[in-house]
């Protein structure tokens, strides 16, 4: 029997048209999230307790919606999205980490409830019961609830990590995971955080995001975070 493979989701933000943030020096935000996001998927596929896949792979242009379906159609245990910062302020600095409101991730329970003619890619055991119990809303709430319930905890945990390996080689803006309501983050189906690796606005952050060194860093330490969270869970 072949053991099952952690499958994690590395969303690079933005593409294409969408540059993201621009930098000082003109350093776009969608290219260092690209080279980032595919050390990490590398990294990951070294090990062989992880499967990592890409929403996009290249430089080119993938919509919310788009991200979004990929991610609810597939069975995916972990979405990991990675963007880097902007600020007016120029001296703001550091990496932080996001995470879904509870007031977005109900509402997103509740719609997918009242419609229920979105197709969503839940565990087996899940589906399970929800085919079985169609016509109980009240049953498959309880069981959505309690899945962001774990999906939280499994998210402010991961994070812990996350914060840990990070602070080691590059420098942090916030220590705590921030709440929010972002599309990327808020399919119901999957646990995700969100990772500003930094200040592309900043100009000594800039100047480091640049440098396949420092974004080698970056991933390496997201590579471990994600290993050993998975390691002790
Ligand atoms: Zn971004």
């Excluded at 979405?79 to 980490?97: C, E, N, W």
């Excluded at 019961?129 to 499994?154: M, P």
């Excluded at 000594?204 to 330490?221: H, P």
């Amino acid at each position: 029997m072949s053991l099952k493979k952690i499958i994690i989701a590395i969303d690079a933000g933005h593409g294409g048209q969408d540059p993201g943030a621009i930098g000082y020096t003109g350093l776009k935000e969608k290219t260092v999230n690209i080279k980032i996001a595919l050390q990490i998927k590398k990294l990951l596929n070294n090990n062989r307790m992880f499967h990592a896949i890409l929403t996009r792979n290249n430089d080119s242009y993938l919509s919310l919606k788009k991200r979004r379906q990929f991610l609810t159609k597939n069975h995916i245990n972990l979405l990991v999205s990675i963007h880097a910062d902007s600020s007016k302020k120029q001296y703001v600095s550091g990496a932080s980490v996001w995470i879904i409101s509870n007031t977005r991730m109900h509402r997103e329970i509740n719609n997918y409830l009242k419609n229920n003619n979105s197709i969503i890619c839940f565990s087996k055991n899940i589906q399970n019961i929800f085919n079985e119990n169609k016509y109980d809303t009240f049953l498959k709430k309880t069981i959505l609830d309690l899945q962001f319930n774990n999906f939280q905890k499994l998210e402010l945990d991961l994070s812990k990590h996350i914060f840990e390996q990070l602070k080691k080689n590059i420098k942090l803006h916030k220590i705590h995971p921030n709440y929010a309501s972002l599309g990327i983050l808020s399919c119901i189906n999957i646990p995700a955080i969100l990772i500003e690796t930094g200040f592309v606005t900043n100009f000594l952050e800039e100047k480091k995001l640049r440098t396949t060194d420092y974004q080698n860093k970056i991933a390496k330490s997201i590579y471990l975070a994600l290993k050993n969270y998975f390691l002790e869970f």
